[in-house]
């Protein structure tokens, strides 16, 4: 008798067709663990937004894949009219200051977008483990707010540290505590965390 394979929600904003390095990483996992014996659903960015976005698409990597892999994709919703028109009217740096909590990343409204959806897939299909890959961070945000509803497992995968990486910036050093809270109190109810380097490891 064939064993049931445990079922795997997937988050993953870094996801083919789209490009770029963080790419890699997620494929690799969704090819090893279907590999041994997960069954995947890939919850992921819309088509749309890898079209506008600023990374190139790769459909190349749509190739690497697992057959019959389910995916459903979720459009960020980046207003990205509206941000060049802070930046055209010199206003940028003193909105995202203001509103930086709930603008901390381009797509910090994905999170709000994907949560019906993420629940139904659970509840439909039986999930009984979510696996969030990021940068960005948004999709660890997901992967906490899913678990706290619906008590399952979480593992968070993390490419780069958060508040420690070099390429973040905040409008000021209060932003930066505030994200340093945030950062210690979601990894911290994460039941595993897979991360690159021993460094990291240290960190966390």
């Known amino acids: ?8 929600l ?16 997620a494929t690799r996992f969704a090819q090893h663990l279907t590999e041994m014996g997960y069954d995947l ?7 749309s937004d890898i079209e506008k976005g600023t990374y190139p698409s790769d459909v190349s990597m749509e190739k690497e ?12 919703d980046y207003d990205t009219n509206f941000r060049d028109k802070l930046v055209k009217f010199h206003i ?11 603008w ?9 977008q994907c949560m019906k959806p993420a ?13 969030t890959s990021s940068g960005p961070f948004v999709a660890t945000l997901l992967g906490y707010r899913l678990k706290k509803r619906r008590k399952i497992k979480w593992v968070a995968d993390l490419r780069d540290p958060f508040t420690e990486a070099y390429f973040w910036v905040w409008p000021t050093k209060l932003h930066w505590y505030f994200s340093r809270w945030m950062e210690k109190r979601i990894w911290g109810k ?14 966390y």
Request: net charge positive; glycine share 4%; with cysteine.
């Open 1 to 8: 008798m064939e064993q049931q394979r445990k079922k795997v």
């Open 10 to 25: 997937f988050i993953a904003h870094h996801f083919p067709p789209l490009g770029g390095p963080g790419v890699y990483r």
């Open 41 to 47: 659903h890939v919850l992921t960015v819309a088509l």
């Open 65 to 76: 894949l697992p057959k019959d892999l389910k995916i459903t994709r979720i459009s960020i």
């Open 92 to 102: 940028m740096r003193f909105v995202w200051m203001l509103f930086w909590f709930r």
């Open 104 to 112: 901390w990343e381009p797509s910090a409204r994905w999170p709000r």
């Open 119 to 131: 629940l139904d897939i659970i509840d439909r299909e039986g999930i009984e483990l979510i696996w």
């Open 190 to 203: 994460a039941d595993k965390l897979v991360v690159t380097c021993p460094a990291l490891k240290d960190q």
